[in-house]
């Protein structure tokens, strides 16, 4: 059951890392499914979210796809909302329920783009109808209370929005993704800390599958896959993480 573990962990992190995300929906699918406590399935979470998303950022920072610019009032409005959503209760079920649907239709939408040829080969020229940084500050602080709400580091939320408002090309809303999850997750942590709560202990074998997973996704996805495949896969990580979010809300 460990190395199974172990390993579902990894490609998780393989998967969710070449899309410029971090796994913790799923993370917390896999820990469900294989039984652990829920107060432990969610600051490890948070833990494997730092560790993947810091490999992340730094890949696609290395590919030059980071853009500071659209990462900044991102980030800024994001962090205290995160923090803030995090101490809200709200009737959970319901609430998982309307998000997982979102992100199924987002992914729709990623999957009927990616079969249009000029969505991609457009992309990299078009920033004209790009949103203005108040805006982005907006969007910050919403995808930010929704992350807090939920308990991920928002990048199943950011991806979508970014990709439909055509805020960037899909590499830089990857490489905005990543750095994206790691304040919040960051944020989440240091939260925990502060309300008393410990960091369970996480064993040297699952660390070292996550970063393993992490540099491999990455790597992929900053140097080697086409924006076109590098679409597609987050359309299948937005499925996977809203099936997980509805089948959560039923049971």
């Known amino acids: 059951m460990n190395l199974l573990l172990t390993l579902a962990i990894g490609g998780v992190a393989v998967l969710y890392a070449s899309v ?23 600051p490890t979470a948070l833990v494997l979210n730092v560790i993947v998303a810091s490999i992340a950022t730094a890949q696609f920072w290395r590919a030059g796809h980071f853009r500071l610019r659209l990462f900044l009032p991102l ?22 329920g309307v998000v997982g649907l979102m ?3 987002s992914a729709v939408r990623i999957f009927g783009e990616s079969r249009d040829v000029s969505v991609d080969a457009g992309e990299e020229t078009s920033t004209a109808s790009r949103p203005t940084l108040p805006f982005m500050a907006v969007l910050g602080g919403s995808l930010g209370l929704l992350s807090g709400l939920t308990g991920v580091g928002g990048g199943v939320f950011l991806t979508p929005a970014l990709l439909t408002l055509r805020a960037a090309p899909v590499k ?17 942590l240091f939260g925990g800390l502060a309300a008393g709560r410990a ?21 992929l996805g900053a140097f080697r896959m086409s924006p076109r495949v590098l679409r ?20």
């Open 75 to 96: 980030a800024v409005a994001s962090m205290p909302a995160a923090a803030a959503g995090g101490a809200i209760n709200l009737p959970t079920a319901a609430f998982e």
């Open 103 to 105: 992100l199924l239709f």
């Open 232 to 251: 597609l896969l987050m359309g299948v990580v937005l499925v996977v993480a809203g099936l997980k979010l509805l089948v959560k809300a039923v049971v």
């Open 20 to 42: 410029g995300h971090a796994g913790a929906t799923g993370y917390i699918a896999v820990m469900t499914l294989f039984g652990l406590d829920p107060q432990v399935i969610r």
């Open 172 to 188: 830089q809303v990857a490489a905005v993704s990543a750095p994206f999850i790691l304040v919040n997750s960051l944020a989440g």
């Open 199 to 219: 960091l369970p202990p996480i064993s040297p074998a699952v660390i070292g599958a996550v970063v393993l997973g992490g540099a491999v996704g990455s790597q």
